[in-house]
């Protein structure tokens, strides 16, 4: 493992696009992928905890003129929450370098929400 201890993992994703008239598209997906970071890797992963592992997507589409089009997305990743154990730094006392302390945890927890728009001129 480099970096982060992160694994390679599946992904599958979803998606489509409905067009409701002419000029105007819905679009929706969903994401599932598994967790890329083992238990034991929880507490190097405290500042990027990628474990959220379903998303939803929703979107929408306006062509105002054939050459300018308004868009918008959001998504939303449901929260997810691992625990493992504190990585001994090897200090005097305590276990060997990198291995678990016993008796303690380290929680990830995240969630998130992201919203975009944007404008599309095609020259």
Not at 2 to 23: E, H
Not at 32 to 48: E, L, M
């Amino acid at each position: 493992m480099q970096g982060f201890g992160w694994q390679d993992i599946w992904t599958l994703a979803l998606g489509g696009q409905y067009k409701v008239t002419q000029r105007f598209s819905v679009r929706g997906g969903y994401n599932y992928s598994d967790n890329p970071i083992p238990t034991n890797q929880q507490f190097f992963n405290v500042f990027a905890p990628a474990i959220v592992q379903h998303h939803i997507t929703f979107g929408l589409g306006f062509d105002v003129t054939p050459d300018f089009a308004i868009n918008s997305a959001y998504y939303h990743a449901f929260q997810n929450t691992l625990s493992g154990p504190f990585i001994s730094n090897g200090a005097p006392g305590y276990p060997p370098l990198n291995q678990p302390i016993p008796g303690t945890k380290v929680t990830n927890q995240l969630s998130e929400d992201s919203f975009s728009a944007q404008a599309t001129y095609k020259f």
